[in-house]
């Protein structure tokens, strides 16, 4: 495996090894039992924050329709919508490995059309891979063949919602745990080079991580999983809703925001901003040779 060396303007913690992650990576990490962190970004400011500590793969999630766009779910987010914030994350990123999440209704219809808008993501925004929801062996397939790594996501997958009747978790019996392992052991052997578990029972995610030849990500999943990714402003309390059982908030940004904008908007009001200090001032004119 090749890993190219490079400076991070921003640095990475020590202990942090400054070389882009890849695809291959992940498996490699996957292979030492080093434990895969991942988070979403979707801006140039947060993209960069989060690479900068050093967390693994960074997911622009169609997440954003909620978090960032205010949708009741993830549905309406378009191509264009999710290629503008891959392009703003892909400028910030240099270590991490950038995953972008293709929007419902972008694989949906055709492998072909699937191929053809992985392909965007690529050409268009910088993204080092896609993610897809479902188990699409065809197109997993597809998308390997043409040089796209994947990244597959199974389990509670928001795209479903309206199948699922809501966010349920997902494989609660012995039954439907086998058929999520196969499905997760197709995804593998057609290509996926890693797969998100997201909202299924600890016991089914430890089954398939034992067995999977590629790392999985967890997202309420359990702490067997190779990996664990959050969505960002869940983890920051940023995201205006009550917190899911498996999110872990670690710190309120919330409440460093609403603090600070309501001290400057007092300092406004009473004429507190700006100081002097924070003025300009007129040029000094230069002393008359004779004065
Ligand atoms: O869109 C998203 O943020 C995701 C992850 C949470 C897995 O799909």
């Known amino acids: 495996m090749s890993l190219t060396n490079f400076s991070?303007?921003?640095?990475?913690?020590?202990?942090?090894?400054?070389?882009?992650i890849t695809m291959p990576t992940l498996t490699e990490m996957k292979r030492q039992l080093k434990p895969i962190s991942a988070l979403t970004a979707y801006d140039y400011a947060t993209a960069r924050l989060v690479d900068e500590t050093g967390i693994d793969m960074i997911l622009v999630g169609d997440s954003l329709a909620m978090v960032v766009m205010g949708h009741e779910n993830t549905l309406a987010?378009?191509?264009?919508?999710?290629?503008?914030?891959t392009r703003a994350v892909r400028r910030a990123v240099r270590r991490a490995l950038v995953v972008a999440d293709m929007p419902f209704g972008s694989y949906?219809?055709?492998v072909a059309e699937g191929v053809a808008n992985a392909i965007r993501f690529v050409k268009e925004a910088g993204a080092e891979a896609v993610k897809i929801e479902g188990p699409r062996v065809e197109l997993v397939a597809a998308l390997t063949e043409a040089e796209i790594p994947v990244v597959a996501h199974l389990g509670l997958t928001p795209q479903s919602?309206?199948?699922?009747?809501?966010?349920?978790?997902?494989a609660r019996t012995a039954d439907a745990a086998k058929q999520l392992k196969a499905d997760a052991m197709a995804l593998a052997e057609a290509g996926a080079g890693a797969v998100v578990l997201e909202g299924v029972p600890r016991e089914a995610a430890a089954a398939i991580t034992a067995e999977l030849p590629v790392p999985t990500i967890g997202i309420g999943a359990g702490p067997e999983c190779d990996g664990q990714i959050l969505v960002f402003h869940d983890l920051v309390n940023l995201s205006f809703s009550p917190a899911a059982k498996f999110v872990r908030r670690y710190a309120d940004a919330a409440g460093l925001f609403r603090s600070a904008i309501e001290h400057y908007r007092e300092d406004v009001e009473h004429r507190a901003f700006p100081s002097d200090a924070e003025s300009y001032h007129l040029q000094k004119q230069p002393l008359a040779v004779n004065s």
């Open 161 to 170: 919602v309206h199948r699922m009747g809501g966010y349920r978790v997902q």
């Open 108 to 110: 949906h219809g055709s």
């Open 8 to 20: 991070a303007a921003g640095g990475v913690p020590a202990g942090i090894p400054a070389t882009k």
């Open 77 to 85: 987010i378009t191509v264009d919508e999710m290629l503008h914030h």
